[in-house]
T-cell receptor, first 111, second 112 residues
């Protein structure tokens, strides 16, 4: 079945440094979604990418969808303490009925 | 606006006891509904999903079951809990299979 791998599993940065998490699917995707889960909270939807090569920005966050629609990345510029949490990607396989979540990247920040 | 409710927020149960977790959605009709489990510090494991009343798809064979007795109600059950059932149980809804999912606040279950 479809698998979604996400790396790194953990990332610790100094406040102000950049952060990137990568997501790779074993199969071609219809779309990919990104979620953020704050410590002790529940996942919250950030964005959905649909088109090959698509790039979307939300303030300091940049999301990319690969040309082959099998990989994606989330890049945060100049991290702030409010960025702390676990970031999940979730891919919808072509013709599939359910999302497959990556294992998440837990981001911690040293102020 | 749409809201999703889960209860209880926390639960401590002995091994072998039954379980019933409830999830309800307001402000939408015919949603897709999902149950996920998250072990401590881990990712989201899809347990069940439903595209309509009485329609349940099981993703992982285990001692859990799910039911959807009403359009906006999704119930997760077990007849006998195992230690390995401990975790953070999240209910989510979506308008369809392709779009974003909205998660409830979750239930933290500890089986002792």
């Amino acid at each position: 079945g479809q698998q979604v791998m996400q790396i790194p599993q953990y990332q610790h940065v100094q406040e102000g440094e950049d952060f990137t998490t990568y997501c790779n699917s074993s199969t071609t995707l219809s779309n990919i979604q990104w979620y953020k889960q704050r410590p002790g909270g529940h996942p919250v939807f950030l964005i959905q990418l649909v088109k090959s090569g698509e790039v979307k920005k939300q303030k300091r966050l940049t999301f990319q969808f690969g040309e082959a629609k099998k990989n994606s990345s989330l890049h945060i510029t100049a991290t702030q303490t409010t960025d702390v949490g676990t970031y999940f990607c979730a891919g919808l396989g072509q013709g599939a009925q359910k999302l497959v979540f990556g294992q998440g990247t837990r981001l911690t920040i040293n102020p | 606006s749409q809201t999703i409710h889960q209860w209880p927020a926390t639960l401590v149960q002995p091994v072998g006891s039954p379980l019933s977790l409830e999830c309800t959605v307001e402000g939408t009709s015919n949603p897709n509904l999902y149950w996920y489990r998250q072990a401590a510090g881990r990712g989201l494991q899809l347990l069940f999903y439903s595209v309509g009343i009485g329609q349940i798809s099981s993703e992982v064979p285990q001692n859990l079951s799910a039911s959807r007795p009403q359009d906006r109600q999704f119930i997760l059950s077990s007849k006998k809990l195992l230690l390995s059932d401990s975790g953070f149980y999240l209910c989510a809804w979506g308008r369809d299979s392709e779009g974003e999912q909205f998660f409830g606040p979750g239930t933290r279950l500890t089986v002792l």
